[in-house]
């Protein structure tokens, strides 16, 4: 759900668009599939934190029967506050003296 | 790129996955299949385009994996509301929770009616039993556990919606019911006697599959659907075993006078009619508590399956 929702936070995408996005954003360690997606997709609808959308950013060059999804404020909300539990979590984490093994990596260098 | 311009092995990547689609519940079917299948496709297109049929290929395990969770997921989901929706419950969802009146009954009922089964044949060891008020009382004991184990059962069933699996467990009842007078009071030969057992076995499996069927037919619930199948194979039962005795009381010379077909348990020293009426009530145990509700669930779902792969048709 945090993945679909960050998916969608700088614009509204059709489901492939989310899976590529999500595949592309966790460097491919979660790769959605059709099921999980539209299953995720369908409780978030429920829930109130994405909505269908009715316009298609290009008409002419997309496939009118697809179908777009979009954040609602609420979804906005909720991403928010997970990534705030997030950063504290994190933050939490640092000042102990812990670090990720990416950050580990990238401080490195070579 | 239009559909027939697509590689071979997407377009029937594409076929198998529109038919995987059919195993999801129909609401999530009807609001996303379409969608999912174009998801896929594109998916397929993109992997064929980067490592040609074998990038096809590589996608299907995980497509596979991803399949069955979601359709686990959805079939709970969709079972769950259909809990929420029913004041009742199911059978299935009954049995699935684990402990619920009617399953309870049912088991408590069971118990009772092997206990008294049991107890003939032990104070009986050689099979032959007396025609005495207690063999009755205890044969009246067994069929009042099979109609209070058969009405709490049903009670769990939707209710509504039994008249059609009724009427296909009394079409399974008329079946046993000729089994029992072509077995006992006839001798046509084993040849038709082989005959009519097979037609019993599979005509009351196949009203058990009606029952199924037609039940679905008419809620568009996978679980009435089951349950009819099994509330008619214990009509069916019930019917048997009501029916079967006083039937052939009246011929009980001419049944023990045949040289019959079945020499096996059923039938070897089986002197009066007691003895006959214990020993096939037994046989009518097993099948309404065993085989009925096994048979039920099994072909009941089948019938429901093909109730929905018709109505996909349709719909297409």
Not at chain 1, 40 to 46: G, N, R, V
């Amino acid at each position: 759900v945090f993945h679909i929702l960050l998916a969608l936070a700088d614009g509204e995408r059709h489901g492939y668009a989310i899976m590529r996005m999500v595949a592309e954003d966790t460097g491919g360690t979660v790769r959605l599939g059709a099921g999980t997606l539209y299953r995720s997709i369908k409780q978030m609808l429920a829930a109130g934190l994405i909505e269908e959308s009715d316009e298609r950013p290009d008409p002419l060059l997309d496939d009118e029967r697809r179908r777009y999804y979009r954040i609602t404020p609420l979804g906005q909300q909720a991403l928010q506050g997970e990534i705030t539990r997030l950063d504290r979590l994190v933050s939490l984490g640092r000042r102990r003296g812990l670090r990720g093994a990416a950050t580990e990596g990238s401080g490195g260098g070579r | 790129m239009a559909g027939t311009q697509l590689p071979a092995i997407v377009r029937v990547s594409v076929w198998v996955f529109r038919f995987l689609l059919y195993a999801y519940p129909a609401a999530f079917r009807h609001d996303y299949a379409a969608e999912m299948e174009r998801t896929f496709r594109v998916q397929c297109q993109v992997a064929y385009h980067q490592a040609g049929s074998l990038g096809v290929v590589r996608l299907w395990p995980a497509t596979l994996v991803d399949w069955l969770y979601a359709l686990v997921g959805e079939r709970l989901a969709d079972e769950d509301a259909l809990a929420q929706a029913e004041s009742l419950g199911s059978v299935a969802l009954n049995l699935r929770a684990g402990g619920t009146r009617s399953y309870r009954a049912v088991a408590a009922a069971s118990a009772l009616a092997f206990a008294s089964v049991l107890y003939s044949f032990a104070r009986y060891p050689s099979g032959l039993a007396g025609d005495t008020p207690a063999d009755l009382a205890l044969l009246a004991i067994e069929l009042a556990c099979y109609t209070v184990g058969a009405w709490y059962l049903t009670g769990a069933l939707a209710p509504g919606h039994r008249c059609r699996a009724t009427a296909c467990g009394l079409g399974i009842g008329a079946i046993w019911l000729a089994y029992t007078v072509v077995a006992n009071l006839t001798d046509w030969g084993p040849m038709i006697y082989h005959l009519v057992v097979v037609a019993t076995l599979y005509g009351s499996l196949a009203l058990m599959f009606l029952a199924g069927h037609l039940t679905f037919h008419a809620t568009g619930r996978y679980s009435t659907g089951m349950c009819a199948g099994i509330w008619a194979g214990m009509v069916g039962a019930l019917t048997g075993v009501l029916g079967g005795g006083p039937l052939t009381y009246p011929f009980m010379d001419r049944v023990l006078s045949l040289n019959l077909h079945d020499p096996g348990f059923l039938r070897s020293g089986m002197h009066d009619v007691a003895a006959w009426t214990v020993q096939d009530s037994l046989g009518g145990a097993l099948f309404l508590l065993v085989l009925g509700p096994l048979f039920g669930t099994l072909l009941g779902s089948a019938g429901w399956l093909a109730a929905r792969a018709r109505l996909a048709l349709w719909r297409t």
